[in-house]
């Protein structure tokens, strides 16, 4: 469905980001990975979801407007640009607002939310050329709700929702459109560092702290997947949603439907 298309992912090499290269993968898309983790694992297990897809790999840091740019002039000259942008990468502290540090502020507001607009900004020129392009900004529950200790996240994801719903309107004359995708807990490496926190300091198993956290927030008591997420973003990429545009989609679990 996909054959032709490049998409690049942000914070792709591992979690929703690497799910979501993965199911573009399959769908032919070539692949643009980004991120600080495992690169060449990342790249080979999208390579085989995919059948011949090209598949490279920019390490910017999502921090910095100059690595930004050079990895959306590296899309351009290696792929020919980002049909497909899925901005997903992401840092999380938690602290108190009055204990929290200004430097993590700034990083997550940074990587959270600014990077979107500076990947977004420099990748609607092309897809506007082409008149088509798909915008997936990978939200959070926490771009709809607040939870205490989470200030910034709270924040940049507000925030991204937001962006989300400008860049749909600037784009709905045009074959661009843009979209947010609202996750629930997702067991990613992000999240595996707040279950065992949370293991250490309630003295309990890893198992135990995994139910715990879900349960308290998302009704169905199991964790959303990377692969599901995935699905997701295949159908917003694909012509079946060429008029869903603005769309705040949660998949949560009946965390926001409480």
Known sequence: M??????LVTGSTSGIGLGIAQALAAQGANIIVNGFGDAD????????AGNGIKVGYHGADMSKAGDIEDMMRYADADFGGADILVNNAGIQFVSNIEDFPIERWDAIIAI????????TRLALPGMKRKNWGRIINV???????????????????HGIVGFTKVTALETAQTGVTA???????????????????RA???GIDIEQAKRELVIEKQPSGQFVTPE??????????????KQVRGAIWNMDGGWVAQ
Do not use: M, R
């Not at 959270?112 to 990947?119: C, E, R």
């Not at 995708?181 to 067991?187: H, K, Y």
């Open 2 to 7: 996909l054959k032709g298309k490049t998409a």
């Open 41 to 48: 694992g990342a790249k080979d297990a999208i390579a085989k």
């Open 112 to 119: 959270n939310l600014t990077s979107a607009f500076h990947t």
């Open 139 to 157: 939200a959070s529950t926490h771009g709809l709700v607040a939870s205490a200790q989470k200030s910034a996240y709270v924040a940049a994801k």
């Open 179 to 197: 979209n947010a995708i609202c996750p629930g807990w997702v067991l990613t490496p992000l999240v595996q560092k707040q279950v065992e926190a």
């Open 200 to 202: 250490q300091k309630e």
């Open 228 to 241: 599901e997420l995935g699905g997701l973003a295949v159908f917003l990429a694909s012509d079946a949603a």
